[in-house]
Nanobody, 125 residues
Framework: QVQLVESGGGLVQAGGSLRLSCAAS????????MAWFHQAPGKEREFVAA???????TYADSVKGRFTISRDNAKNTVYLQMNSLKPEDTAVYYC???????????????????WGQGTQVTVSS
């Protein structure tokens, strides 16, 4: 079992920045690919970014060049640095984990076994 706890959400103006954190506990962190998803009201949960224990990362086209995912394996923590935020980035952001050490981290929500409780990000125009 893996427990995930997100933090760092909040209200920011368009063009601003936020950094989300996700602390993991329970199993060997480096066995897991970590990802961020977001879900806006009335919409499906969508992939944002994912990272393997090696640092290899994948991004949704909508956030490339603005968001950066990173992880500190010594601290069992994954981060999402969000810059140049837009109102359309407003959503609940979820941290997720799945067992994967090689290849490419999956972008499909149902393939992630563990989820955090979510943190709200609101970007005002």
């Amino acid at each position: 079992q893996v427990q995930l706890v997100e933090s760092g959400g909040g209200l920011v103006q368009a063009g601003g920045s936020l950094r989300l954190s996700c602390a993991a506990s329970g199993r060997t962190f480096t066995n897991y690919a970590m990802a961020w998803f977001h879900q806006a009201p009335g919409k499906e949960r969508e992939f944002v970014a994912a990272i393997l224990w090696t640092g290899s990362s994948t991004y949704a086209d909508s956030v490339k060049g603005r968001f950066t995912i990173s992880r500190d394996n010594a601290k069992n923590t994954v981060y999402l640095q969000m810059n140049s935020l837009k109102p359309e980035d407003t959503a609940v952001y979820y941290c997720a984990a799945t067992v994967r050490r090689t290849g490419v981290a999956t972008t499909v929500p149902r393939e992630y076994a563990y989820w955090g409780q979510g943190t709200q990000v609101t970007v005002s125009s």
